[in-house]
């Protein structure tokens, strides 16, 4: 926190601003799910001249020699005084350092080699689960800060968020055309979700795609294909807390099916989503009885439709772009602790 008002404090002369701000970032600090945009910060706009953050990623995330255009935050997301660069001889100037956790699996030697200057800030950026993450304990004592579809994570980067609308909805509910639908790349027989897939395929209709099912959909067919089903098998492939994945965000919502949940608790779904836009599978004591509710939901359309209820004031975001993700580094960093080191990452990660 101490450094934190440093930084505030930096572009202005007087005490009076600087205790005004310890004040105002104390209070932040109460607040750490706030959100508060630049706006309310002079410190950053009305300082004669700021210098930029620079913010380096160490491997663009899965293609690794792409290189932004340095303005790219401003160009495309209003966001100043952020250079987003791949550059790596900007590592001696960096104040943020991003490293995806993919890359460092594929190799640990990855790793920058030279010192770190004194007060830049190394983030850890990962969407997979931690059943699809390798523990490297090379990279424990490494990060000041994460950034994963955790909640807790310093950056929370979900794979989707429902907005509050500004305009009245004009959705309608897509034609339908079959009961449910799965689509599924990575097929394992001996997972969860097969199973319960397996189950439930004997009780009720389900059209499977995807290159399991032989059936492969380019990324076009794929929201019109789900659309014209009731329901979406919305199964993640493995099960942790928040781990709550574009299968939900897009496959469904954003096809106007129905999610058929198998994830975490419903519990958790509901900081997320409202209770009555999904269906959970563990609500259910068995498969039949999961089929018998969803063959007579779809019968009525009258409850059926009170599951698009939340599109009369909620539209679904999504970030997809790393770019985009990435330009948010600059816009949080004013409200990032700090002084914080990842100790042990993926017993934080994994736990
Ligand atoms: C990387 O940065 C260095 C130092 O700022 C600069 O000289 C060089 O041209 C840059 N390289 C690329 C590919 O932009
Ligand atoms: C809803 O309205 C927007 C613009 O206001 C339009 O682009 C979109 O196609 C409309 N959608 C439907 C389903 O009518
Ligand atoms: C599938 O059904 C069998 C037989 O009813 C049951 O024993 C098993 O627990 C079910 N598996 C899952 C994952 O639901
Ligand atoms: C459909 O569901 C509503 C609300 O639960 C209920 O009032 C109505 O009787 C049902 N209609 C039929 C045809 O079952
Ligand atoms: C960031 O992490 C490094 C490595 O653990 C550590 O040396 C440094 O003190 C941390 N920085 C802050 C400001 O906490």
């Not at 001249?49 to 491997?59: I, S």
């Not at 932004?68 to 997301?77: A, F, H, K, S, T």
């Not at 009720?204 to 959909?217: E, Q, S, T, V, W």
């Amino acid at each position: 926190m101490a450094a934190l008002h440093v930084y505030l404090g930096a572009t202005f002369k007087t005490g009076r601003i600087l205790a005004l701000l310890l004040v105002t970032g104390y209070f932040m600090q109460l607040v750490t799910n706030c959100y508060i945009s630049l706006e309310f910060w002079p410190a950053r706009n009305s300082a004669k001249v700021q210098e930029p953050l620079v913010v380096l990623v160490w491997h663009w995330p899965f293609h690794a020699d792409f290189t932004p255009r340095e303005d790219v935050c401003l160009e495309l997301y209003a966001i100043d005084n952020c250079i987003l660069t791949s550059n790596r001889s900007m590592y001696d100037r960096a104040d943020v350092v991003v490293f995806h956790h993919r890359e460092l699996q594929i190799k640990t030697s990855n790793l920058p080699q030279q010192t770190r200057p004194p007060n830049q800030k190394w983030l850890w950026v990962s969407l997979e689960s931690p059943t699809n993450t390798k523990r490297i304990h090379q990279l424990n004592g490494c990060f000041n800060w994460t950034m994963t579809y955790k909640a807790d994570s310093d950056i929370f980067l979900p794979y989707g968020t429902l907005m509050p609308s500004d305009r009245p909805s004009n959705f309608s509910i897509p034609k339908k055309s079959g009961l449910s639908t799965w689509v599924v790349s990575n097929y394992r027989k001996t997972s969860l979700r097969a199973k319960v897939h397996a189950n439930l395929s004997k009780q009720m209709p389900i059209d499977m795609y995807g290159r399991a099912a032989g059936k492969f959909l380019p990324s076009e067919m794929l929201l019109p294909t789900i659309s014209r089903y009731a329901f979406y098998l919305a199964f993640e492939n493995s099960i942790h807390k928040d781990y709550i994945t574009e299968k939900t965000w897009r496959n469904a919502f954003m096809a106007g099916s129905v999610p058929v949940v198998l994830g975490p608790p419903r519990a958790n779904y509901e900081e997320f989503i409202p209770a009555d836009s999904f269906i959970h599978v563990n609500d259910f004591a068995s498969a039949g009885k999961l089929a018998t509710f969803l063959m007579g939901l779809w019968k009525n359309s009258t409850r059926y439709e009170q599951y698009f209820n939340w599109r009369r004031t909620h539209v679904v975001k999504m970030s997809t772009s790393w770019t985009e993700r990435l330009c948010n580094i600059c816009t949080k960093f004013p409200i990032l602790p700090q002084s914080k080191i990842y100790h042990n990452l993926h017993d934080w990660f994994h736990q």
